[in-house]
């Protein structure tokens, strides 16, 4: 722990760049339980364990943001009993695991429409963001009830609404206008966007920020992802060749 960022710049092949903001799809956690003939919520278990040593591990490797899909606005569709175990977990890991991470150095935020959540965890994410608000390290971001097709959409009523009140001229809208509105306004687009299980698909995650995100799907199950499969994926990330439609 503690690890500033040049140690892994260093290691990394070819001394190549380290990604400010990585995003991952946290996905597999109901294979991972199905193989060892466990009941799913095994999996989501050990999925949170997973989080916190990536969490851990992307201070150590010095990166500014690290924002991890929890929940998506889709996940509501799953049956009863599991969301409210995700709810469970969830209420579990800000009240016991925040405080460590906190100690690291960690600032918590929220994207998605937390609120709609029970009111007492509602509460306890509040809590958390503030108690972490000073934290200058890294800033966990958590996609939570999260889905960017409904925050694309928040973006746009809020700038026909500025249009319409005569704030702005609809034709000086530009693309800046709309990142400026998203929830994740205050940090650089994810550089690195991860998803574990072998999927190969967005799930309405990002999808504006990650217009030039460099895409990794790895197969890796989420509760087998750790430290050396984030460092792996860094390692991926610094020998690709960016071009951001230049030559
Ligand atoms: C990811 O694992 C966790 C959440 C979406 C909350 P899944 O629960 O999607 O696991 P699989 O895809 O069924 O294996
Ligand atoms: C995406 O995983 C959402 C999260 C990881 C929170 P899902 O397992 O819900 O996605 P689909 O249904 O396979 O696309
Ligand atoms: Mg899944």
């Known amino acids: 722990m503690g690890q500033a960022a040049a140690p892994l710049e260093a290691m990394v092949a070819g001394g190549g760049r380290l990604p400010r903001h990585v995003a991952i799809i946290m996905d597999g956690n109901g294979r991972w339980a199905k193989k060892r003939l466990l ?19 992307a201070g150590e490797f010095g990166l500014e943001v690290l924002t991890l899909y929890a929940f998506s606005t889709e996940n509501w569709s799953r049956p009863a009993e599991e969301v409210g175990e995700l709810m469970g977990l969830l209420r579990h890991f800000i009240r016991a695991d925040v405080a460590e991470l906190a100690e690291n150095g960690v600032q918590l935020r929220v994207i998605g429409d937390y609120r709609a959540l029970a009111p007492d965890l509602v509460k306890l994410i509040d809590e958390a963001v503030e108690k972490t608000a000073s934290n200058t390290k890294t800033t966990l971001v958590i996609a939570l009830n999260y889905g960017s097709q409904a925050e694309i959409t928040q973006a746009v009523r809020d700038l026909a609404s500025d249009a319409a009140e005569g704030r702005i001229d609809p034709v000086a809208i530009t693309a800046e206008h709309v990142t400026a509105r998203l929830e ?40 087998d992802f750790g430290r050396a499969e984030l460092k ?14 230049g030559l």
């Open 232 to 245: 792996a994926a860094l390692d991926q990330y610094a020998r690709r060749e960016r071009r951001f439609g």
């Open 184 to 223: 994740t306004s205050d940090w650089p687009a994810p550089d690195l966007l991860i998803r574990t299980s072998g999927e190969q698909r967005l799930s309405n995650f990002l999808l504006w920020q990650a217009a030039y995100a460099e895409l990794l799907f790895v197969d890796t199950l989420w509760p």
């Open 39 to 57: 009941p799913r919520m095994a999996g989501h278990r050990k999925g949170i364990e997973a989080a916190k040593a990536v969490v851990r591990a």
